[in-house]
């Protein structure tokens, strides 16, 4: 199915990289390195961020500051995501014991359990815009004769996976059944952290009905949730799903192609940056994942040819061009919507 194959569990493959994309990958080494007081501040400064925000959405506050103290927790649980996942890519603290207990334990509460998101998102971006393979931790993608010799089923199934309302409630259909039920089904033993995240998001949910009722469980665990999972959902659909986005078969793959044309530049707005981690330079970090990720826009600033990225943004109407795209046809070398079959 397609759905399962989405999240399918992949070990990390090797990258080949071409010459050329070496040359310029070498010029982003000397930003590949943390700074492990800034890492420390922005982990540290976002958690209690996180926590006061949560608190703000328990009774004793006005029913529209709890709403607002909701909202803002689901974009701090959405920053330190990101930030989660630039140390489990060894960009942030990489000899740092205690920070990768913290962040296990952060990945558990944040239904994205470090065995599967390792595994699924190193395998990404090693085939980042390969028709074949790419589908492993990220959004499938048909070619146009494929999905028109396809059962009508799989076509669907194709489409469910792609439309906005999947994309929404991400929280539903990528994180809770797709980066826990579905992997620790498959396999109960390599994913027990699943099993955990599952029991403990389950436990919450609970423990605040108890002692607060519906109405806080779903101001503090749900919407937050909902938001982060949306944003995030979307974030990483437009990365790779945008126009003029390039997919290449084996033979026409470099490592840096795909990271310069089959990744996005994601124009955000300051506001959306920092609640982001500067995920939007999503082009950058492909070409070298190691990059911190608060030292992105300098090195977007620094290299002129990081500067010729292909963008996108967050206004409606680039949010309507990229979630229309659904197939790539071969012949045309560009994505088009189901009109376009």
């Known amino acids: ?66 709403i607002f103290c909701s909202l803002l927790t689901g974009l701090l649980v959405l920053r330190l995501f990101v930030i989660y996942h630039d140390q489990q890519h060894h960009a942030i603290l990489p000899q740092s014991r205690l920070a990768e207990f913290f962040m296990r334990i952060f990945g558990i509460w944040a239904l994205s359990p470090s065995s599967i998101w390792r595994s699924s998102h190193d395998h990404h ?120 986005v390039s997919f290449k078969d084996k033979a026409g793959w470099t490592y840096e192609k795909a990271a310069l044309e089959s990744s996005s530049h994601l124009k955000t707005g300051r506001i959306m940056a920092w609640f982001s981690g500067n995920i939007g330079y999503h082009h950058i970090h492909h070409l070298n994942a190691r990059i911190p990720f608060y030292r992105l826009p300098e090195l977007f600033r620094d290299i002129p040819e990081l500067r010729l990225a292909k963008t996108t943004t967050l206004h409606p109407r680039d949010i309507i061009r990229c979630l229309s795209l659904k197939v790539w046809c071969v012949e045309t070398q560009r994505m088009v919507g189901v009109r376009g079959l």
Request: net charge positive.
């Open 1 to 66: 199915m397609v759905f399962d194959l989405v999240f399918a569990i992949a070990e990390p493959a090797s990258v080949l990289i071409a010459t050329k994309a070496e040359t310029l990958h070498a010029r982003t080494k000397s930003y590949a390195k943390d700074n492990s007081l800034m890492s420390w501040w922005c982990i540290l400064s976002t958690t209690f961020l996180l926590l006061t925000a949560s608190a703000g959405t328990l009774p004793g506050l006005p029913l529209a500051l709890r």
């Open 125 to 244: 971006h090693a085939h980042n815009s390969k028709l074949r393979g790419s589908h492993i931790g990220s959004y499938p993608i048909m070619t146009k004769d494929q999905y028109q010799n396809s059962p009508h089923g799989l076509r669907v199934q194709y489409l469910f996976m792609r439309h906005p309302l999947t994309i929404l409630f991400g929280y539903f259909f990528v994180f809770l059944y797709g980066m826990v039920v579905n992997p620790f089904l498959s396999s109960p033993r390599k994913h027990f952290d699943c099993l955990l995240a599952l029991l403990l998001h389950v436990a919450l949910g609970a423990v605040l009905v108890w002692y607060f009722g519906w109405l806080a469980m779903g101001l503090t665990l749900v919407f937050p949730r909902i938001v982060a999972g949306a944003i995030g959902s979307y974030l990483f659909y437009a990365q790779h799903n945008f126009p003029g």
